[in-house]
């Protein structure tokens, strides 16, 4: 259960970034019913521009992350 070994845990991250920078009016909304298809678009454009390359390097640092667990025993790591 570790956020170390979840690195979904950084796309949400940079998912919430880019809706942030991009649809500033989402950052409080009401969630009315009339607002929400919007949202929902944005929110899928936002996914649709996270970067491939850091889709790929969060998963190629699986090993380092293992590794950095394993080394400090269950602590928290740089992750």
């Not at 607002?35 to 454009?45: M, P, T």
């Not at 390097?57 to 080394?71: D, E, W």
Request: hydrophobic share 40%; glycine share 4%.
């Amino acid at each position: 259960y570790s956020p170390d070994l979840n690195p979904i845990e950084h796309l949400w991250h940079a998912l919430k970034r880019r809706m942030y920078r991009l649809y500033p009016q989402y950052n409080n909304w009401s969630a009315a019913a009339e607002e929400w298809d919007g949202f929902c678009e944005a929110l899928k454009e936002c996914w649709r521009g996270i970067p491939a390359k850091l889709i790929k390097r969060l998963i190629m640092s699986m090993p380092q992350r293992l590794h950095a667990v394993r080394r400090a025993r269950g602590w928290q790591t740089k992750y």
